[in-house]
């Protein structure tokens, strides 16, 4: 809860301290570029030829051209607003589920002790399936799980009953027809940032992932 607040606090104190300035530069990025197009307008009417002047229809193109340049810079600034605050919502409603339970699809799993609890998203009927843990040293560690038809096919990992040291693991799926179907692990959701101008979610036993891994928010996990 104390995280939620915190995050969702630096979040709005940073939004509001970083539009005011951003409007500025803009509209001052506006108004020099209208500046320059006056007095060169200006320029260009003072040193036409007398005896043979422009097209007034040449200058109503430009004024025309000025005005079509200022509307594209007004939409791509109000698409960079819309974008930072549709970031802004998310990182909001991402924080509120932070103790929740998520399902995330991962090839890597972080081993800590605890047992871990996944699915693995058949593509088709397997009359038998391997999930397949390779540890940083290269050595591979194969559990072997029974026939299953298409769809979720649930598994366990309990790194003491296996002896497997804590550590960061490549996991694959391997079913007998030769596929490799998603894996999708259940684990708490620990916290949300954001970094380099997207949002981040850091997971349990998976580590730091993408919004866009999460397969799904189961609620609350228990005390």
Not at 21 to 26: D, L, W
Not at 53 to 72: C, G, M
Not at 133 to 151: C, M, N, V
Not at 179 to 205: H, M
């Amino acid at each position: 809860m104390v995280t939620t607040t915190s995050t969702s606090n630096n979040l709005a104190n940073n939004t509001a301290a970083t539009q005011p300035s951003g409007k500025v530069a803009a509209q001052a990025t506006t108004n020099e570029n209208r500046d320059m197009f006056t007095k060169l307008l200006v320029a260009q009417i003072q040193n036409q030829d007398p005896l043979s002047p422009q097209d007034p229809t040449t200058y109503v193109n430009q004024l025309s051209q000025l005005s079509q340049t200022e509307a594209l810079q007004n939409l791509s600034q109000m698409s960079t607003a819309n974008a930072t605050i549709l970031q802004s919502m998310q990182t909001l409603a991402m924080g509120g589920q932070v103790g929740s339970e998520v399902t995330v699809a991962t090839n890597t799993l972080k081993l800590e002790g605890g047992t871990v609890h996944g699915t693995i998203q058949l593509n088709g009927a397997s009359s038998a399936t391997s999930l397949v843990l390779t540890g940083q040293d290269g050595q591979q560690h194969t559990i072997e799980l029974g026939a299953h038809g298409s769809g979720s096919q649930s598994f366990t990992i309990d790194p003491d009953a296996l002896g497997l040291p804590p550590g960061t693991y490549a996991i694959q799926a391997k079913p007998s027809d030769g596929t490799s179907p998603q894996i999708e692990v259940a684990a708490r959701l620990n916290s949300v940032r954001v970094a380099n101008g997207g949002v981040v979610l850091q997971v349990a036993n998976i580590g730091e992932v993408n919004p866009s891994s999460i397969t799904g928010f189961n609620g609350k996990t228990a005390s």
